[in-house]
């Protein structure tokens, strides 16, 4: 049976609650440019308890939840008509009153939008129902509207560790996936297995410049330090002095190149960041196309004309393959970006050479006052420290990117 037969019979239900359906599910629907439903599967119906003939022609809002907040279909529909992809948890009303939640992925086609569909359950999803609580509440409670709950919502994403709301549903669509793989009995899929691994280690690259950061703000007294030691020393701190100011300056340096690295829109690290999540968000989403498409045979075996499922169900196989085609050409610039990082660790390399010969210098200085270069032998104590966790850092940078560049060229080898 199909969502074109007017006798599905819908499971059964009683009393409120939630709608139970497996995590296997998958269900899609297809509107036109105003959101109404064309066409859509049989388990979108069984879930949702309308027929097909009170879904189609009706406009998608007929399954929202008063629950929603405004702000997420706001920025869904922001999203959509702007020629972008979108993903969102949504928490959709049946016939009877009940709920489901879902974890909604849509994207334009010619003539309207496709949306594929599957049941949330991870970490983050509980979350997100906080979240979106919060957001539902300001809306009803203070009258805050649409466009503000959306940038509310926007606002709220770094707090959950998101730097933007495509980092976010990259993410909520990765985790999603491989947590349906595992309550499924499923392989995860080795390109949605590469970029998570990708997506992780780009992260722990920040984190890795980010404690470097922390440790050259530490050393920063250093020069400080050695300044007030060669004016005690009036005549014989004059090299002291020097071998300061030349410390200061490799500092400066060095922190200038940590921040060129993570900050700005062009920064290599940016790019390596949104370049992996665009490409995961990509493969994901063709995970779900392909798998979609597969699923029409049921709904094919008793549809009384299955043109339209025949359409459907082509325009996801071709769907998939340019979305995946999408995200090798998001390859290619993690690629040259990765390669960019490992020629940049090379001047940072430097700067601690540099390091070394002030360290080397300052213990000559020490030897040279006898007993009254205790202070400076703590000093090059110091040095030893944080150059030894600089070097450190640094080392484990290129040991991450090495991954990122043996799975991004294993993924271009596939894509």
Not at 34 to 52: A, K, L, P, T, V
Not at 90 to 113: C, E, F, H, Q, T
Not at 136 to 161: D, F, I, K, N, Q
Request: glycine fraction near 6%.
């Amino acid at each position: 049976m199909t969502q074109h037969d007017s006798q599905l019979v819908t499971q059964s239900r009683s009393g409120m609650g939630e709608v139970p359906f497996e995590a296997s599910c998958m269900f899609y629907s297809r509107t036109d440019e105003r959101g109404i439903i064309i066409e859509g599967n049989s388990i979108f119906r069984r879930i949702s308890g309308f027929g097909w003939e009170e879904l189609k022609g009706a406009p998608h809002k007929l399954v929202r939840h008063p629950d929603m907040p405004k702000g997420v279909f706001h920025l869904y529909w922001d999203r959509l008509k702007s020629g972008k992809e979108v993903a969102a948890y949504v928490k959709n009303k049946s016939k009877d009153g009940r709920y489901y939640w879902v974890l909604a992925v849509a994207w334009p086609i010619p003539g309207g939008y496709l949306s594929v569909r599957i049941k949330p359950h991870t970490e983050l999803f509980s979350t997100v129902k906080e979240l979106y609580a919060d957001l539902r509440h300001a809306e009803l409670e203070e009258g805050v509207s649409a466009a503000r709950s959306a940038e509310t919502l926007l606002a709220r994403l770094p707090e959950l560790g998101y730097e933007d709301y495509d980092a976010y549903m990259s993410a909520a669509l990765s985790l999603e996936l491989e947590d349906r793989a595992k309550r499924s009995g499923l392989t995860l899929d080795p390109q949605q297995q590469r970029f998570l691994t990708m997506v992780r280690t780009i992260a722990q690259i920040r984190e890795e410049t980010d404690r470097m950061t922390e440790i050259i703000k530490m050393i920063r007294t250093v020069p400080m330090n050695m300044r007030i030691l060669a004016s005690r020393l009036e005549n014989a701190g004059g090299p002291i002095s020097a071998i300061s100011v030349n410390y200061g300056s490799m500092l400066d340096e060095m922190a200038s190149w940590v921040k060129g690295f993570v900050e700005g829109k062009d920064s290599t690290y940016v790019r390596m960041r949104e370049t992996i999540e665009r490409g995961q968000f990509l493969v994901c989403a063709a995970i779900m196309q392909r798998e979609m498409s597969s699923l029409f045979e049921e709904d094919m075996k008793s549809a009384p004309d299955i043109t339209a499922l025949i359409e459907d169900r082509d325009t996801l196989q071709a769907e998939a393959k340019m979305f995946r085609k999408s995200a090798g050409e998001a390859l290619k610039v993690v690629e040259s970006e990765a390669t960019r990082l490992g020629r940049s660790v090379l001047d940072m390399k430097r700067y601690v050479t540099g390091l070394s010969s002030t360290r080397m210098m300052c213990k000559i200085e020490s030897a040279a006052l006898n007993g009254s270069g205790d202070s400076l032998s703590g000093i090059v104590d110091q040095l030893d420290a944080g150059q030894d966790e600089i070097e450190a850092r640094l080392a484990r940078i290129v040991e991450l990117n090495t991954i990122i560049q043996s799975n991004t060229a294993m993924l271009r080898a596939v894509t």
